[in-house]
């Protein structure tokens, strides 16, 4: 296994006259699916790009001459033209590629946590260098949803996008609603087979979302969303008795980003959803993503894949690779101002679970159906504003941490 793994490097190493030299920094799951990805091009006869360096940790042994522990190999390698970055985290990534724009090489990357804490530095450097930034598998895996936006918004104003933007947790929504798993064992499940993390929290917390809604906002529209001003619900402290309070009226819960264009700005969401059995979402099985585009001109577009995987995620970087070759350069371009979200004038219902001692602190005029349940009471609320819901969220959360919170979507899907 090794020999052969070893093989296969020096072959991607091997220079031809036309293939794109590139380096990758990292060698795990994105990073070797891009090592298969370019090989089978290869394999086709059209190798348009080469691997000539792989960057790995300082203290790792390095097995072949393609890897290298150093930064600086990479940096003074005037024959690499590109550097794809697959190590994750912010640091020491945005040094990294912020070091290789300044030596002239293009960057590509597919880690959404840096490009939405420092994908405006980043692009505002690339095009003073004159170099490409691109990043499109940081949003979507496999699916080519930030394209999509960039191709749409040159043409067309957009209006809204939605969607299931994170497989780990539809994972568990599926898992939790057709085969009435608990949430433990759901993610229990979910880590075993490889689609969650030992520390779960970016995903079932919503910060994965968070990235990636301010990624795709900012690709759609032309602007940064404040990161504070998204209203974000986290999904961990679900219970199989929601799932099966909705089942009951033939509802389903899904983990829905949202963003939608209106006179004030934006609203930005990122909440549990519960939406109609028969819609669209609820039909997102596994670990699947769904996104939906909606433009003044082109109405509705709905891309559904995979939004993870070494393999898919490899198709996106590879395009955004060709991308480069063709001589374009950016999705974005540095100048985005970042504004905040006005979720105040947005109204939706919700669902609220709680202790019954919590529950005496709702305003109760606020609230259509009570219930007693084994899990505690459960509130139905009047269309309210969202911003108020969320200040009223935070002081119930004090008195019951495990307070679970979802909207309710009352137009459905389509219309
Ligand atoms: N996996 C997916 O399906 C997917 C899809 C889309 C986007 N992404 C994004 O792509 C990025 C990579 O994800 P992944 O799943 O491939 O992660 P991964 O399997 O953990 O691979 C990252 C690799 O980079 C190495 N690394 C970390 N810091 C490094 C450093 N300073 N120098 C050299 N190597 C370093 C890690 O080594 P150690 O293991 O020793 O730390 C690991 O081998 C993340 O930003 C992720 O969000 C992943």
Not at 19 to 25: G, M, R, S
Not at 125 to 143: H, K, M, P, T, Y
């Amino acid at each position: 296994m090794f020999q052969i793994r070893l093989q296969v490097f020096s072959y991607l190493r091997r220079k031809e006259g036309h293939a794109v030299d590139i380096a990758l920094l990292g060698n795990g799951t994105v990073a070797k699916g891009l090592i298969s990805h370019l090989q089978s091009q290869k394999n086709k006869g059209c190798e348009l790009f080469s691997i000539r360096h792989i960057l790995l940790k300082p203290d790792e042994s390095l097995p072949d001459p393609v890897f290298t522990s150093s930064i600086d190999t990479i940096l003074n390698d005037k024959d690499v033209s590109i550097v794809v970055e697959a190590m994750g985290g912010r640091h020491p990534a945005f040094e990294y590629l912020k070091a290789a724009i300044l030596s002239k090489k293009h960057v590509v990357t597919s880690n959404k946590e840096l490009v939405s804490f420092h994908g405006a530095e980043l692009a505002r450097l690339a095009q003073e260098n004159q170099v490409a930034f691109f990043f499109s598998a940081a949003v979507g895996g496999g699916i080519p949803l930030l394209a999509y936006l960039r191709d749409t918004a040159q043409q067309e104003t957009i209006l809204e996008i939605t969607g299931i933007l994170n497989g780990t947790t539809n994972f568990i929504l599926d898992a939790m609603t057709r085969r009435n798993l608990d949430f433990k064992d759901a993610l229990y499940q979910a880590q075993k087979l490889g689609y969650a993390e030992a520390d779960p929290t970016n995903d079932v917390e919503g910060f994965d979302l968070l990235y990636k809604l301010r990624i795709a906002s900012c690709v759609a529209f032309g602007q940064w969303i404040d990161k504070e001003s998204i209203a974000r619900l986290p999904l961990h402290t679900i219970a199989a008795g929601d799932i099966e309070f909705f089942r009951k009226r033939d509802m389903t819960i899904r983990y829905l980003v949202n963003t939608l264009r209106n006179d004030n700005g934006f609203v930005a969401t990122i909440q549990p959803t519960a939406v109609s059995s028969n819609g669209i979402s609820a039909q997102i099985q596994r670990n699947n993503n769904l996104f939906l585009c909606r433009s003044d001109r082109s109405g509705e577009q709905i891309l559904v894949g995979q939004g993870a995987g070494a393999l898919p995620t490899a198709g996106n970087i590879h395009r955004d690779l060709q991308r480069i070759s063709k001589g374009e350069r950016m999705m974005i371009n540095g100048a985005e101002p970042t504004l905040s979200a006005d979720n105040g004038k947005l109204a939706l219902r919700y669902y609220i679970r709680l202790s019954p001692f919590a529950a005496e602190m709702f305003p109760m005029e606020k609230v259509t159906e009570t219930f007693e349940t084994d899990l505690g009471v459960v509130l139905i609320t009047h269309p309210v504003s969202v911003t108020w819901m969320f200040d009223r969220i935070d002081e119930l959360r004090v008195i019951d941490a495990r307070i679970f919170v979802c909207a309710i979507q009352t137009v459905k899907e389509g219309e």
